[in-house]
Structures are given as structure tokens and as C-alpha cells.
């Protein structure tokens, strides 16, 4: 007969399972980031099957689960940061350098397999005990939670700047504020999990931990399936004009002191120019998910360029670029007699504003006033 706790075990190995099926065949959801986080699923699913006792005696699995238990045990924290790192990175790719993150993990399923099947099957006394095989993939485990918790927090933050150098707009679908928020569950959850292994007496809180990390993993897998690939777009978008530029190509002369500056000035200034005709022409600012990839295609210039021409000739960002045409062109629209039967919204929106408080947000920043302020105090 199956207790409680059986029951709550059990949904942590069928949820991740319903998320990853999600994840993995949703075919509008087909970036890498969703493929990503449906694998990690699925290594949640196996982890906690292992760690099922009464699922693995019942069907004689106990050796399968001591080799691959911490293997899965190291595999789960990286794939974390892996998935934060293709939301954030323009035209990810999964490449050699990320097998690196998951070396531990191999090595302790060598050692295990080694220790488990070979060792002992030899009536050998094995140096390398379960005990021992537990105490290092807990410890490196340890390390991974603080390694793991502070790259999250670096990607995040250049995420954050990243986001106003390369799209006139912030929403939920671009900031990733759940993943901000994801990354102190995970913090705090995290010490929650290692008390499951240090503490005995915490056994008798069992139950609460398993409830928590089902949370866990539906906060996850909900707001995974919500988000949508920022960069996705780029597929369409020629390699060379999104990728960043290695600093051999940046400079034209190897000995020029000033290392930042990416192009000759008089190729940043003739950038700008057909960057400032290209808006004043086309009105693309009044495109809502506007951005500098955009403008990368349709000047075919890499945006590195761009956004470099843009820094040097504003001391500011696209971003900010963007929304100051869009405000020039709203003040323009509530002093047009033409434009009285529009409300605030419907302006926001026709200059290219996601949103009324967007707007009056920005509005107030570059005008010191709100839009309804402004209009009083011109008529």
C-alpha cells in the first residue's frame, strides 16, 4: 500500500514528465531554449524515479539507480544555467564548451559504474564506497549551487542591458523577470534540499519539501512554456548581421589607441545618418516590437554597428533612441486637432507603446510631464 508520501513522490516524477512532452513537440514553441528546458524535465523525471524506492524495488532497478543517481543528482543545476544562457544569447547554438559543465557529473557516474559493477563484483573491498561516491557529488553539488546561482545572476544582469541596446521596448516577454524570480526560489530552495541530506529530524517535514518542489518544478515548466524564444526572430535574419564581431574585425588599424571604438568616425557618423533617414522615412519606431535587428536588416549592416553608432552619436541607446521619436511624434498627435477623440492608449499605441503606463512612463522621463499634463498645458 502507497502512503502519502509515495503519492507526492510520485507527481514529482509525472509533472516534469507533462512539461517536457509540452516543451518538446509544442510546435510553435520549437526553440532551443524550450527543447532545453524540456531535456532538463526529463532528467528531473529520471532523477526522482531513482530516488523512488518503492517504484525501483518493486521492479529490481537498485543498480541501475545507484549508478546514475548523482550522475542525474550533478546533471540538473547546470541545465539551469544553460537554459538562462539560450534565452539571453543571440543565436544560441549548443556548442563543445557547454559539455564542460556537465564533467562532474560524468565522472561520478565512471566512478560509480566502476565501484558498483566491476569492484565489487570481484568480492573486492571497494575504496570508493556509496557513502563516499555521496558525500563528493554532495559537496560538488554545493559548489554548483553557488557557481551556478552567481552566473545566473551575471547573465541576468547583462540581460538587463542587453534588452535597451537591442529592442525599443521591455515586456514581460523579453525581461525575464520570472527567471529573476525563479533564481531566489532556486537559491532558497536549493538550502532547503541540501537540509533534506544533512538533517535526519528534517525527515519529518518530508512531506512540506516534496509539496514545495512539485511548486518548484510547475513554476518552472508554466512560465517556461509561456516564454517565448526572445531571439527567435533572428532565424530570418542573416548570421552576419547579428553575431558580435571578434575584435580583430572591429578595428581598422591594429595600433589605434582608442580599442573601444569599433569603426573609423566618419563611418560611425555615416552609420547614424542612415539609421536617423531610415526612422524619419519609414517610421519604423512606430513599430511596437521594433528592434535593432530590424534595422540590421534593413540596412544590412551588422548591429553591432549599429549599436555602436548609435552609443557614439546619442551618449545614450537604441532603446532610448527609439522612444524619443515616438514621444516627439505623440506630442505632435495631442496637439492635432485631428487626434482630440483618441484617448492617451489609443496615442501610446499608434506611436509604437506597448502600453498607456509604458508611455506615460517615458513621456514623463523626456518631458517632466504627463501626456494629459502636457496637452492642458498647451491649450
Known sequence: MYSFLDILHFTLIIIPIIFALQLLTYSNKDGKPHKILGTLMIFVSIYYFNNAKFICSAIDICQFNLNFLFFLFLCITPFYYIYTKSLTTEAFGW??????????????????????????????????????????????????????????????????????????????????????????????????????????????????????TNGFFIFLGYFGLKQNDIYYALKTIPVELVREIPESENLPNEEEEDKNQYISEEKVKEIYTLIIDLLDKEQLYKKQDLSIFDIADKLQINKTYISHSINKNTGSNFSNLINKYRIEESKNLLLNSEFDNYTIEAIANHVGFHSKSSFNSWFKSLTGQTPSVYKKSLS
Not at 190 to 207: G, M, T
Open 95 to 212: 556548442d563543445k564548451k557547454h559539455i564542460i559543465h556537465f564533467v562532474p557529473a560524468f565522472l561520478i557516474l565512471v566512478v560509480s559504474v566502476i565501484s558498483n559493477n566491476f569492484i565489487n563484483a570481484e568480492n573486492t573491498t571497494s575504496i570508493i564506497s556509496f557513502d563516499k561516491i555521496r558525500i563528493v557529488s554532495i559537496v560538488v553539488y554545493n559548489l554548483q549551487i553557488f557557481l551556478y546561482s552567481v552566473l545566473m545572476f551575471i547573465t541576468l544582469n547583462k540581460h538587463n542591458k542587453k534588452i535597451k541596446q537591442n529592442f525599443s521596448y521591455e515586456n514581460h516577454r523579453n525581461n525575464l523577470n520570472w527567471l529573476k524570480i525563479f533564481l531566489i526560489i532556486f537559491m532558497g530552495f536549493s538550502i532547503l534540499d541540501l537540509a533534506v541530506f544533512y538533517f535526519n529530524p528534517y525527515l519529518n517535514l518530508k512531506p512540506f519539501y516534496y509539496v514545495l
